[in-house]
């Protein structure tokens, strides 16, 4: 098996009011292509922060994030966007779906950031809105959908440019038994036959259990479970 991902000491530390909070401490990490890890720990272990930062999205204090042997940190704003862009699909605690644009415009958004829209990605997006049974609302709006229809499209989006990595922050958080189970079956299936490595942060130690590994923050610290 070939890394993917790997931290060195990664550190993150916040100044709120003269004091100093440390979130992440000194995380080393290595994750193998293909692996499906869940990181599991209380609200506010350091699970999100670690996860925006191997992701891209917030800069470490201390530390580097290499992917595929690139360190993203070293660089500019533009390059880490076109990689992220590139390799990686999110998933977070919100849908942050686009109100103005129909189920389908938003699935196509990734696509349409790296290029032109092709017949491809339109059948990409029917492809995954099938897997999670919402084909039929393709053409709604955010507003005409419910909380867990939402979400379930925001997973479905993350898969739209075939990225190489998910990184997947509570996805089931506030679903059914029938979406959660949905999602994560779309999640087995992409890792098992598109190869996708997936970092998974959930609360549910049923749906942790279902990964390959499982880890767990505990104060900013990460080990295995």
Do not use: C
Not at 177 to 200: A, D, F, K, P, Y
């Amino acid at each position: 098996m070939n890394r993917v991902i790997a931290t060195e000491r990664l550190t993150k530390i916040y100044n709120t009011g003269g004091s100093e909070i440390k979130a992440v401490r000194g995380v080393s990490l290595r994750v193998e292509k293909g692996e499906f890890i869940s990181i599991v720990g209380h609200s506010g272990s350091g699970k999100t922060t670690l996860l925006s930062m191997i992701g891209g999205l917030t800069r470490p204090t201390y530390g580097r994030v290499l992917i595929d042997g690139v360190d993203i940190w070293a660089m500019s704003d533009e390059e880490l966007s076109r990689f992220r862009n590139r390799k990686i699909g999110f998933m977070f605690q919100f849908s942050s779906l686009i109100s103005t644009l129909t189920v389908r415009d938003n699935m196509l958004l990734p696509a349409a950031l790296s290029g032109k829209v092709e017949q491809q990605h339109e059948e990409r997006a029917l492809e995954l809105l099938e897997r999670l049974g919402l084909e039929h609302r393709a053409g709604a709006y955010p507003a005409q959908l419910s909380g867990g229809e939402q979400r379930r499209v925001a997973v479905a989006r993350a898969f739209m440019n075939r990225p190489e990595i998910i990184l997947a922050d509570e996805p089931t958080g506030d679903l059914d038994e029938e979406s959660e189970e949905q999602v994560m079956e779309l999640l087995t299936h992409m890792n098992r036959e598109e190869g996708v490595t997936i970092l998974l942060v959930t609360h549910n130690l049923e749906l942790a259990a279902r990964t390959r590994r499982t880890l767990r923050m505990r104060r900013g610290r990460l080990e295995e479970r």
